[in-house]
């Protein structure tokens, strides 16, 4: 067909149009792709592959249609420049179906490709400038930051190979902080964190009581973690790190005292604080100069006598670690005769034939134990006990093996293990429970000091020796503590004084009905106060340090504390009027029904109104922290320890780092 000839054809919609076939015009590579065709005096490009439409004019130019057929997803994968890339091979010009261009031709089609990467720069510059338009790169570096501090990431987790290259084939554009950057970033979080944390604990309905735990660096390096613990408005319990100091090697007890008062002052709970759990070891001395101190200012409810309670995990612990410590000759000869037994196939095929001759029933499985949690040794122990008669066959039929413990050795075995499983059980509950309220302790508790009384007055001499020295340690948390726990089971609905009643006669003997007395009088005293009005601490006329920076702070103050002698009397003359407090109506209902679903925050919740002095109470005394221990961590024998990677931060990012971490993931959970 000659150059120039127009030949009528029907598009699909029905048009009629002319087809342009081979115009001298026409020379560029784009038209074996596309039909020229002319729709009343308007020129049109037609894919030959998709049908699109766009313009064919001369002056349109071809760079539009050369994009096009870069996109085209019909076309197939042959781009332009493999087009191209034809007939330039020894040195021919290019050709194109049946067509052959001259030198001017390729210079046409080589200006043309310049175009067409002119206009694919200037495209991908646009893409860019719209990407840098839509996204907040600043909020993404401080998502970076964000997910290092969840999920304790080194810091310079940023110069990883394996990160950078996820980085740059996820966003190129994206700019890497270095380590010390985003170590800004993290510090900024911690301050914008730490100021939410601060106004939820100002708005807080109750009192706070306080953990103090003992964490250790590689470096030998102390630090306290400083944790709030509360029941929310919502009636909820929650817990949040407030600080994490460094506890200076050289600073006396005073000191380190001055350290958490400054923390608490910083934070203004120091006239918030209604009591302080510790692992009573290593910060013994420490809080109760800080409790001295908040009685001194008169910041605390009943004189303090609730304040200071020591981590019962922790107790039960050391306990346990007594036991451990009274099996220190025969634990190796047991942890050796398993290693023997499993020392090849042929050993162990062996071993397994003289248990089925000693009939030992119930697959035990025989396992070395992990020296650093006790629980790991009683379940080896256990096992171990289990196969005692394949072991003596063992021992007859088999000369090499020569360290197996004695008839009476394993008898200590079984003693430690009886033991053992009593704190095993009792630490596995407080695990378990999803809301560790304080009212949930006491029946635990009092069934240990049982056991206690039983294993000091038994014949043999092993077990009434190790029950004495455990005693030791659990009477000293028992005197401290016991107060705290009685008045916590109390506001539990499903047993008030009843679980008291049950339990102290079995504890105490013949003097159980003072005992008794004394816990009910701690309660009459403690609703009393909060009958009358909080201690000073709560007074809103300031911190400290502004009282007296303005006469109506100065009026107010004396006003407040004139009135609080008239409350007591009111209080008192009411009583004596023969008015039902909330105390009494409470006593005088019959006990809750008991259920497995039963939750006391949720019960106080629906009855605060009909008790709203009583839940205020009970606010205070269920948010006490009787456990400080964490699951992971609840049978350890060491103390907790920081990794190398965090022990090498200065105190400052530490801080951040923790306390960030804490509050970030209560904000996920919530």
């Not at 490709?113 to 860019?128: G, P, T, Y």
């Not at 634990?331 to 023997?340: A, D, G, T």
């Not at 407040?560 to 039902?580: A, I, P």
Request: proline share 3%.
């Amino acid at each position: 067909m000659k150059s120039g000839v127009h030949v009528k054809m029907e598009l699909s919609d029905g048009d009629e149009v002319e087809v342009a076939y081979h115009s001298s015009r026409l020379t560029s590579v784009v038209w074996n792709d596309f039909d020229r065709v002319k729709k009343g005096e308007v020129l049109v490009a037609i894919c030959k592959h998709c049908k699109k439409r766009m313009s064919g004019s001369g002056t349109s130019g071809t760079s539009h249609l050369r994009n096009h057929l870069m996109r085209c997803q019909r076309r197939g994968n042959h781009d332009v420049g493999q087009l191209v890339s034809r007939g330039k091979k020894r040195g021919r010009p290019p050709s194109f179906g049946s067509t052959s261009f001259g030198q001017d031709e390729i210079k046409d089609e080589a200006l043309s490709l310049a175009i067409v990467k002119a206009d694919e720069s200037l495209e991908e510059d646009a893409m860019v400038t719209a990407i840098n338009s839509n996204i907040d790169w600043r909020r993404s570096q401080f998502d970076l930051a964000r997910m290092i501090i969840l999920h304790g990431y080194p810091l310079n987790i940023v110069e990883h190979i394996g990160f950078k290259r996820f980085v740059k084939n996820v966003q190129p554009l994206f700019d890497l902080r270095t380590p010390n950057k985003v170590e800004d970033d993290c510090l900024e979080i911690y301050e914008k964190e730490k100021q939410k944390v601060f106004e939820m604990l100002d708005k807080l309905p109750g009192k706070i009581s306080l953990s103090v735990d003992v964490c250790t660096c590689f470096d030998s390096s102390l630090y306290f973690s400083l944790c709030s613990c509360f029941i929310n408005d919502s009636w909820q319990l929650r817990k949040k790190i407030l600080s994490f100091l460094k506890v200076d090697s050289s600073h006396t007890e005073d000191m380190q005292a001055d350290s958490i008062m400054g923390c608490l002052m910083g934070w203004d709970i120091d006239r918030k604080l209604f009591s302080m759990t510790s692992d009573h070891s290593s910060t013994n001395t420490v809080v109760s100069k800080i409790k001295d101190r908040l009685i001194q200012n008169s910041f605390l409810f009943g004189k303090g006598q609730l304040f200071d309670v020591q981590c019962v995990a922790n107790v039960l612990n050391r306990m346990a670690e007594h036991a451990i410590e009274s099996l220190h000759e025969v634990i190796p000869k047991v942890r050796e005769s398993i290693r023997y037994v499993k020392s090849s196939k042929l050993m162990l095929e062996k071993f397994k034939k003289m248990s089925q001759k000693d009939n030992v029933e119930g697959p035990k499985c025989l396992s070395l134990d992990n020296r650093l949690r006790w629980d790991s040794t009683c379940r080896m122990l256990e096992a171990a006990l289990v196969y005692k008669g394949a072991f003596s066959l063992l021992r007859e039929n088999d000369l090499k093996f020569t360290s197996w413990p004695s008839d009476t050795e394993w008898e200590k075995v079984g003693s430690v293990t009886g033991f053992l499983n009593v704190f095993l059980d009792i630490l596995n509950d407080i695990s378990r429970s999803k809301c560790p309220t304080a009212n949930i302790y006491f029946p635990l508790i009092c069934d240990v000091h049982l056991k206690l009384i039983s294993w000091c007055e038994s014949s043999d001499e092993f077990i009434s020796s190790l029950a004495r020295k455990m005693r030791i340690k659990f009477d000293d948390y028992w005197e401290n503590c016991s107060l705290s726990l009685a008045i916590a089971v109390f506001l539990d609905p499903r047993f008030k004084m009843k679980l008291v009643e049950y339990y102290f006669p079995q504890v105490y003997g013949s003097s159980s009905q003072e005992r008794i007395n004394d816990v009910s009088c701690h309660i009459k005293a403690l609703y009393d106060e909060l009958s009358i009005g909080p201690p000073l601490a709560a007074v809103d006329d300031g911190p400290a340090w502004q009282i007296g920076e303005s006469s109506c702070d100065i009026s107010g103050s004396s006003r407040n504390n004139r009135l609080m002698g008239f409350e007591k009397f009111l209080n008192e003359t009411s009583q004596s009027d023969g008015v039902k407090t909330d105390l009494d109506k409470y006593m005088e209902e019959p006990l809750f029904p008991r259920h497995v679903d039963f939750n006391v925050l949720n019960w106080w919740k629906v009855h605060t109104p009909r008790y709203p002095i009583l839940s205020m109470m009970a606010r205070n005394v269920l948010g006490i922290p009787m456990s400080i221990v964490s699951t992971g961590t609840s049978f350890g024998m060491l103390g907790k320890a920081l990794d190398h990677n965090r022990s090498s931060l200065s105190a400052t990012t530490l801080q951040a780092l923790i306390c960030s971490q804490d509050w970030i993931e209560n904000e996920l959970e919530s």
